[in-house]
Structure formats: C-alpha cells, structure tokens
C-alpha cells in the first residue's frame, strides 16, 4: 500500500487500482457516472477512496465476460485515468459512481490480481500542437458534428456551444466523441489514438458514417410516416364518411347491401373470369357514395351478372317416343318437321347431349312455325323464350351496348338468358328473314356469332363484356321466305320448309285443334257446339284465304262467339251451324276461289299461280286487234312475266308456218295479252307455258280445253322448264275443279309432297316441249270457227 505522501502528485504514481469497464469508456475530461457491481471492482474503487480518490478506467474487449483476464488480453491496454468525484452505495449494494477523465494511460503491467487489479503504468502525454491541418480538421469535424447533432436530436444543442469554444484539437475530439453514439471499439480507437490529428481524421471518418445512417434511417422513418399518414387519412376520411352516410342514414343499408351481394356472388358457383369481375365490381361498388350515377351504374351491372343463368341447366327429356307424342298432341300433319325433331333428339339420347344442328323452319304465315318451336321445347322439357327480329337494325340490339353509354343494357340474347333463367332454353328467333340492317351496323353479323356452335361458346356481349357460353342453348329459327335470310346465316341452319296447308288438312287441324281450343276458350264444350265438315269447308274456303290457318282460328272464334252468345239468350242446346246459319254467324262469303271455265274458249287458258297464301288459278286472256304486229300486255305484270310473254310471242312467230299460222299476221293485227284481276300485281316465269298456249289458240282458233290448267317456264327453243309452288298449285287446280295440270317433268319430284288422295283424283301431266303442251290443251278446231287468213 503506498503511503499518504505519495499521494499529491498522484501524477508521480507509478501504480493504481484498475476498474474494468463493461461497454462504456470514459475520456479525459469527461464527468459521467456509472454502476459497479463486482466484488473486485468495489474493491478497486474502495482502495482508491483511501488514497487520493484515482484510479485507472480501461474497457473490457466484451462487455458480458465477467471475470476478465489480463493475459488473454480482456482489457484494453490503453485507458483513462480518473478521479472519483462521489460514490453512493445503493441499497442492493452495487455502487454508483461519478467520476472525471484526467489523461490518457498506458497499461504496462499487472502488478496485482487480487483482491483487485493494480497495474503499472505511464501517462500518455497530450499535444496539443495546432497547425493549419487540424485547424481544417477542427472546423470540418465540428460541422459534421453540427449536422449530427441535427440528425439525432439525441445530444441537447448546449453541447455544440461547449465544443465550439474548445481550442484544443485532441480535447475537442475527446468530447465529441464521448457524446456520439459510436461502437465501443470505435470509441477505443480514437481513445488509443494519440496525436490530435489522427484523433480527428478517426472521429470525422465516424460522425460522416454516423450521418450517412442517420440520413437513411430520416428518410426510413420520413417514409413510414407519410404512409402511416395516408392510411391515417384514408381511415379518418372513411370514418367521417360513414359518420356522415350514418347521419343521411343509408350507411348501413349500404354496407348490408354489399355484403348481400358477396355472400350472392359467393352462392352462384359462377365461372372463375366472371366471379373476378363481379367482385371487383363489388368492390367499386363499396367505395362509392351510394346516390351516385355511377354507383347506380355498377349495381346494374352486378345485378346482371347476379342473375344471368351462368350454370344452372334443366334436366332434358330425351325419350323420342314422348316427345313424339307431344308433337302429335300439339299439331296435326307437318311430317316432315315433327321426322326431323325425333331424328335429333334420338341422336342426341344416343350421345347424351344436345348439340347440333339449328333448324330454320321456313313457310308461309300461320302454319305453325312459331307454335311448333314451343312444341319442342315441351317435348324436350326446357324453358322456351322468343325473340322475334323482325326490325332489328341494329347490331347493339343483339350484343348491347358498352357500358360507357348512359342507360346501357345488355343486348337481346343476353336479355333472353335472362328470362330463361337456365342456360339451355330453346330459343326460337322469330322472322329472322325480317331483320335489317342500317349505318348502325348489321345484326346479322353478330347472329352469326350466336349460330355458329363453333363459336357460340364464348358469345361476347359488350355490356356484360365477359363471354357467356351459348352452347347448351337449342336455336330455332323462323321465316317466312328465303329471300331476306341473309346467305352466312342460312349456311349455318338446317332448313326446314313448311308448305301450306291443303284443304283436307285445314279440315283436320279445325276438327282436332282449332275448335277444341276456341269451344274451350268461349266456355263451351265440344258437344254443345256441332260444326259439320260441309260447313268447316265453307268456313275454310269462303272465309280465308291462307297457307296456314290463322284466319281460320279466328273465323271459328266468330262462330264461337256467336254460339255462345245464342245460348245464353235462347239456352238451346246444342247449337248445330248449317250453311245459313254460317251465313248469319259471318256474313256473306268474302272469298270465291277461281274455278274452271264453263266451256272450252278460243284465246283464252288456265294457268295455275302460286301466291303468299297458296296457290290460285290464273285465266290468261289473248285477242287479236287491228294493228301492225305489236305486242300489248297489260294486268300488272312484272318484268320477268313481261319477258316471258315475249319470249312466247317470239317462239310462236318462229313457228308460225308449222303451226298453220297465217305468217304476215303481224301486218294486220296487234296481239293484246291480258291477266285478268289487273289490279293485283303478278310476275314470275311460270306463266310462260300458259300464255304460248292462249297466243296459239287465239292465231289458230282452236279453242283450249277448260279443265285443262298448266304451269311451267317457256324458252325460246319451246322447251318447258321448272316452276316453284307446285303443291300449292295442283291444291288450287283440285279445288277449282281442274281435271288435268300439265307441269314441267322436272318438277316430278315435287309430286311427292302433294296428298295422294289428290294426286288420285287428278291426272297430271309432265311435259318436256310446248308440242306436249298444245296436244294436251288444245281441242280441235271448232265447227264453224272462221281461222285467220
Ligand atoms: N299443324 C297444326 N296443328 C295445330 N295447330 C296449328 C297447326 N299449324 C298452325 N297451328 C295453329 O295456328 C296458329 C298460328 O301458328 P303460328 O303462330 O305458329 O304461325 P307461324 O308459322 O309462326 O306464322 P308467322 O310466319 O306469321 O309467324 C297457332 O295457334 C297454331 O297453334
Ligand atoms: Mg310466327
């Protein structure tokens, strides 16, 4: 132990006690305080309370070894010497000192271990030399130290004042450095650095490092703030926002109401790209004030996606012995349909689905078109909807409007999806003949998308703008004429053609369905009302003149209604309609079909017509007038019959000297053709074979037989070609009491559709030339009949 002289320059001690210090360091002229805990490290501040109250501070390598060795070298050679300025002895009994940094100190040996270490040592002499260098090094560090002390905002700004005044380079560095932030290793290094310069050069090394990370880590934090503050914002904006819906009181209507809508969408099982979309939507939806047009816009739309039938299918019915019997029970005759329904649905049960052809049921009005799709969708047991084209212009009218329009809907098809509510209705697509198209677009370019079953799978509406899949759909389509079905269309369909109907089987279809349903719908039974079929025919043909039998139902709801009105004033019962009572009932007949001449007449010929509303006889009117060879047609005839008739003209001249035809006829007379019922237009080629006849009749003076009525296209050569319409004319020859029509042998094939029970009664001649054709209608020349010369 050294004795108390020892003890004033304490300088001049050779030996202190050590006091390692765990992850601090203090600095010469430094004032801090810190606790001691170690048995040993009380007793080194104990022996230094004894004497003169010094003792050397060095740090220990790593701070949580807690008995550390010189040897291995756990304490740092170089450390401060200090003056214990107080202690206090807390209740735990740790202790807390205060001390101050004298100087810098050089460990030079271990002179004692225990009960505390006691070390030799040598001060290390401070320069303070200044020169233009530290100079420069003084004013840098202290303006990086100035942008530090900004950045950290750790270190209270009186520091920076203390520290400007200093004038000495290596006691500025020593302050600064104790106030800095550093790592403990960092902090020895310029402790162990002992010119001034080299202290500087270190610390500004670290304070521009320091800043470097206190930069970023200003910017970290700059970062997470103004994030912080949007979310912030958007919260507090969202919560006044639904204080203030709250307050208008629809803000729980309208978070229920989206709600309502997921746990919708989340039930529907909808395909993947549509349930991405409807539940962006919703989420649009969510986040607009709830009055907004656009809001009202979005609903719309969600409510479309909500409702179509995305998957939901009816079960088919694909037993063809049922569904014949449903087609029977629905309308008399129309075989040929009915045939080819079964023959689908039976390949159909032997794949196991519907899909195929598109059937275009094409015929006049009124025979069961429309009626007959329903038919079929009963038979199959799916939903039907109907869409009739007639009008549609527009190609939005089918595939809708984008959304971007005010009051834009999904078009047509989607609309019928809708009302179906399955995805595979039958849907019949009514007059698709009567469709057109304008500067808006054609819609028959976008029903080609839908009839095409290659494509139909992802029909591309532009409202709902996700595709919707067509392909379960059954597609019946319905006109009245070829002509106005566009040609891409027709090549997609099956066609099916429905001719009119002849009298026997108007007969039947008023007998089985016509009067059952009007007896029914007038509250009557089938026996309270007795209609005989005389009268049914006169019904059928003084009354109506039609292919199918639409006038005919509503002649016979007349009778119906009449009936009904009889017996509730007379109550007698049954009502029995005779041919007056008809009369009575609907008033005096309004048609009369042409019928066969009385007798044979020169000049004159029956040809035979097809119409809108079935066939008809055409009388056909030649006489020779004063004149120079011309030729005159009058009746309203078109182009095509215009030509026709001169084409028969040229071919009789032709043949004039064969014929036994005076050959300068033409120098003395003018040939007048005319069509009798001049106000009702007429055209086509038909009339062609039957007007060559009235000329040669009218040049030869041998009459033309009258119960012979023809039909068929002249050629310049005499050869007799096809015409159209045969059923229907051969129907209107049997009614008008024809016994013999001559048509063209190429129409044989047609003689098929026509009722046996027709074709029995009539002789039907099929003829190649004009020769054929005059053997058959001309009689010989009549007694006293003046020829021409
Ligand atoms: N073969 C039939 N059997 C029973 N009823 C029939 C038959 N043909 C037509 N009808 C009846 O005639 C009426 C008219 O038929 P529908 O409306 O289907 O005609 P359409 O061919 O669609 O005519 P349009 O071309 O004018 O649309 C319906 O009440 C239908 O039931
Ligand atoms: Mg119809």
Same mark, same amino acid.
């Given at each position: 132990?050294?004795?108390?002289?020892?003890?004033?320059?304490?300088?001049?001690?050779?030996?202190?006690?050590?006091?390692?210090?765990?992850?601090?360091?203090?600095?010469?002229?430094?004032?801090?305080?810190?606790?001691?805990?170690?048995?040993?490290?009380?007793?080194?501040?104990?022996?230094?309370?004894?004497?003169?109250?010094?003792?050397?501070?060095?740090?220990?390598?790593?701070?949580?070894?807690?008995?550390?060795?010189?040897?291995?070298?756990?304490?740092?050679?170089?450390?401060?010497?200090?003056?214990?300025?107080?202690?206090?002895?807390?209740?735990?009994?740790?202790?807390?000192?205060?001390?101050?940094?004298?100087?810098?100190?050089?460990?030079?040996?271990?002179?004692?271990?225990?009960?505390?270490?006691?070390?030799?040592?040598?001060?290390?002499?401070?320069?303070?030399?200044?020169?233009?260098?530290?100079?420069?090094?003084?004013?840098?560090?202290?303006?990086?130290?100035?942008?530090?002390?900004?950045?950290?905002?750790?270190?209270?700004?009186?520091?920076?004042?203390?520290?400007?005044?200093?004038?000495?380079?290596?006691?500025?560095?020593?302050?600064?450095?104790?106030?800095?932030?550093?790592?403990?290793?960092?902090?020895?290094?310029?402790?162990?650095?002992?010119?001034?310069?080299?202290?500087?050069?270190?610390?500004?090394?670290?304070?521009?490092?320091?800043?470097?990370?206190?930069?970023?880590?200003?910017?970290?934090?700059?970062?997470?703030?103004?994030?912080?503050?949007?979310?912030?914002?958007?919260?507090?904006?969202?919560?006044?926002?639904?204080?203030?819906?709250?307050?208008?009181?629809?803000?729980?209507?309208?978070?229920?109401?989206?709600?309502?809508?997921?746990?919708?969408?989340?039930?529907?099982?909808?395909?993947?790209?549509?349930?991405?979309?409807?539940?962006?939507?919703?989420?649009?939806?969510?986040?607009?004030?709830?009055?907004?047009?656009?809001?009202?816009?979005?609903?719309?739309?969600?409510?479309?996606?909500?409702?179509?039938?995305?998957?939901?299918?009816?079960?088919?019915?694909?037993?063809?012995?049922?569904?014949?019997?449903?087609?029977?029970?629905?309308?008399?005759?129309?075989?040929?349909?009915?045939?080819?329904?079964?023959?689908?649905?039976?390949?159909?049960?032997?794949?196991?689905?519907?899909?195929?052809?598109?059937?275009?049921?094409?015929?006049?009005?009124?025979?069961?078109?429309?009626?007959?799709?329903?038919?079929?969708?009963?038979?199959?047991?799916?939903?039907?909807?109907?869409?009739?084209?007639?009008?549609?212009?527009?190609?939005?009218?089918?595939?809708?409007?984008?959304?971007?329009?005010?009051?834009?809907?999904?078009?047509?098809?989607?609309?019928?999806?809708?009302?179906?509510?399955?995805?595979?209705?039958?849907?019949?697509?009514?007059?698709?003949?009567?469709?057109?198209?304008?500067?808006?677009?054609?819609?028959?370019?976008?029903?080609?998308?839908?009839?095409?079953?290659?494509?139909?799978?992802?029909?591309?509406?532009?409202?709902?703008?996700?595709?919707?899949?067509?392909?379960?759909?059954?597609?019946?389509?319905?006109?009245?004429?070829?002509?106005?079905?566009?040609?891409?269309?027709?090549?997609?369909?099956?066609?099916?053609?429905?001719?009119?109907?002849?009298?026997?089987?108007?007969?039947?279809?008023?007998?089985?369905?016509?009067?059952?349903?009007?007896?029914?719908?007038?509250?009557?039974?089938?026996?309270?009302?007795?209609?005989?079929?005389?009268?049914?025919?006169?019904?059928?043909?003084?009354?109506?003149?039609?292919?199918?039998?639409?006038?005919?139902?509503?002649? /016979?709801? &007349?009778?119906?209604?009449?009936?009904? =009105? %009889?017996?509730? @004033?007379?109550?007698?019962?049954? +009502? !029995?309609?005779?041919?007056?009572?008809?009369?009575?009932?609907?008033?005096?007949?309004?048609?009369?079909?042409?019928?066969?001449?009385?007798?044979?007449?020169?000049?004159?010929?029956?040809?035979?017509?097809?119409?809108?509303?079935?066939?008809?006889?055409?009388?056909?009117?030649?006489?020779?007038?004063?004149?120079?060879?011309?030729?005159? /047609?009058? &009746?309203?005839?078109?182009?095509?019959? =215009? %030509?026709?008739? @001169?084409?028969?003209?040229?071919? +009789? !001249?032709?043949?004039?000297?064969?014929?036994?035809?005076?050959?300068?006829?033409?120098?003395?007379?003018?040939?007048?053709?005319?069509?009798?019922?001049?106000?009702?237009?007429?055209?086509?080629?038909?009339?062609?074979?039957?007007?060559?006849?009235?000329?040669?009749?009218?040049?030869?003076?041998?009459?033309?037989?009258?119960?012979?009525?023809?039909? &068929?296209?002249?050629?310049?050569?005499? =050869?007799?070609?096809?015409?159209?319409?045969?059923?229907?004319?051969?129907?209107?020859?049997?009614?008008?009491?024809?016994?013999?029509?001559?048509?063209?042998?190429?129409?044989?094939?047609?003689?098929?559709?026509?009722?046996?029970?027709?074709?029995?009664?009539?002789?039907?001649?099929?003829?190649?030339?004009?020769?054929?054709?005059?053997?058959?209608?001309?009689?010989?020349?009549?007694?006293?009949?003046?020829?021409?010369?």
């Amino acid at each position: 132990m050294s004795n108390s002289g020892e003890l004033k320059t304490d300088v001049m001690r050779e030996t202190l006690p050590l006091l390692p210090l765990r992850g601090l360091i203090i600095f010469p002229y430094m004032v801090s305080p810190f606790e001691v805990a170690r048995d040993k490290s009380i007793s080194a501040l104990e022996e230094a309370m004894l004497y003169d109250r010094l003792i050397i501070l060095s740090s220990q390598r790593q701070a949580k070894v807690y008995e550390p060795y010189p040897e291995p070298g756990d304490i740092y050679e170089v450390g401060t010497m200090a003056e214990i300025k107080q202690l206090l002895k807390l209740p735990d009994g740790t202790i807390r000192v205060l001390v101050e940094g004298r100087c810098r100190v050089n460990i030079n040996c271990y002179q004692q271990t225990e009960p505390h270490y006691r070390v030799k040592f040598d001060v290390i002499a401070e320069c303070s030399e200044k020169n233009v260098e530290t100079e420069a090094l003084m004013r840098s560090t202290l303006y990086q130290f100035e942008q530090y002390i900004k950045l950290s905002k750790k270190i209270p700004p009186e520091v920076m004042t203390s520290v400007n005044n200093l004038e000495d380079p290596g006691r500025m560095a020593d302050i600064i450095t104790s106030n800095l932030n550093l790592k403990l290793e960092e902090k020895q290094e310029i402790l162990e650095a002992v010119h001034p310069r080299e202290r500087l050069e270190k610390l500004c090394s670290f304070l521009v490092k320091e800043i470097d990370i206190l930069e970023m880590e200003r910017k970290i934090h700059l970062r997470v703030r103004k994030q912080m503050e949007k979310t912030q914002k958007e919260y507090y904006l969202r919560e006044q926002m639904k204080a203030i819906q709250k307050e208008l009181g629809d803000q729980d209507d309208r978070t229920a109401e989206v709600e309502e809508l997921r746990n919708k969408l989340a039930q529907l099982n909808l395909p993947e790209e549509v349930e991405e979309k409807a539940l962006k939507e919703i989420d649009r939806l969510a986040k607009m004030p709830p009055m907004s047009a656009e809001a009202v816009v979005v609903r719309n739309y969600i409510d479309w996606i909500l409702v179509l039938p995305w998957s939901k299918l009816t079960e088919d019915r694909l037993d063809v012995t049922t569904a014949e019997q449903i087609l029977n029970e629905d309308h008399y005759g129309l075989e040929k349909v009915k045939e080819r329904i079964l023959e689908y649905l039976a390949v159909c049960q032997l794949t196991k689905q519907l899909k195929g052809p598109i059937l275009c049921l094409i015929g006049p009005p009124g025979v069961g078109k429309t009626s007959l799709a329903k038919s079929v969708a009963r038979a199959i047991n799916r939903k039907f909807v109907r869409f009739s084209l007639g009008g549609v212009r527009d190609e939005a009218e089918i595939r809708g409007h984008r959304r971007t329009y005010v009051g834009a809907m999904p078009g047509k098809i989607i609309q019928i999806m809708k009302q179906a509510a399955t995805k595979n209705p039958v849907i019949l697509l009514d007059e698709i003949d009567k469709m057109s198209a304008d500067f808006r677009g054609d819609p028959a370019s976008a029903l080609l998308e839908v009839l095409d079953p290659e494509q139909n799978c992802a029909f591309g509406d532009h409202y709902l703008e996700v595709t919707f899949d067509l392909s379960k759909v059954l597609f019946i389509t319905t006109a009245n004429t070829y002509q106005g079905i566009p040609r891409p269309l027709l090549d997609r369909m099956e066609v099916i053609n429905i001719s009119g109907y002849t009298e026997e089987e108007k007969l039947e279809i008023a007998k089985r369905h016509l009067l059952p349903k009007q007896t029914k719908d007038h509250g009557m039974t089938m026996d309270e009302l007795i209609i005989p079929d005389l009268v049914l025919r006169q019904v059928i043909n003084g009354y109506t003149r039609e292919s199918g039998v639409r006038s005919l139902e509503r002649q /016979l709801a &007349g009778v119906c209604r009449k009936a009904a =009105r %009889e017996i509730v @004033q007379t109550s007698k019962k049954p +009502i !029995r309609v005779t041919k007056t009572t008809l009369h009575k009932f609907l008033g005096t007949e309004k048609y009369h079909y042409n019928v066969a001449e009385e007798q044979d007449q020169i000049g004159l010929a029956t040809g035979l017509a097809w119409t809108e509303v079935g066939g008809d006889i055409l009388t056909i009117e030649v006489t020779l007038v004063k004149g120079k060879g011309q030729l005159i /047609l009058t &009746g309203k005839l078109g182009e095509v019959m =215009r %030509e026709s008739a @001169q084409a028969a003209y040229s071919y +009789i !001249r032709s043949r004039a000297s064969e014929l036994g035809i005076n050959e300068d006829f033409t120098e003395h007379y003018d040939l007048h053709v005319h069509v009798p019922e001049g106000a009702i237009p007429k055209d086509g080629p038909s009339a062609g074979i039957t007007i060559a006849t009235a000329i040669v009749s009218a040049l030869t003076n041998r009459p033309v037989r009258k119960d012979v009525a023809m039909t &068929g296209e002249i050629t310049l050569r005499g =050869r007799v070609l096809p015409i159209g319409g045969l059923k229907e004319k051969v129907l209107a020859a049997y009614r008008g009491g024809i016994k013999k029509v001559i048509a063209p042998r190429e129409n044989q094939k047609d003689l098929e559709e026509i009722p046996a029970n027709i074709t029995r009664k009539l002789d039907i001649e099929l003829v190649e030339s004009m020769d054929d054709v005059w053997r058959q209608a001309l009689a010989p020349i009549s007694e006293g009949a003046s020829t021409l010369n």
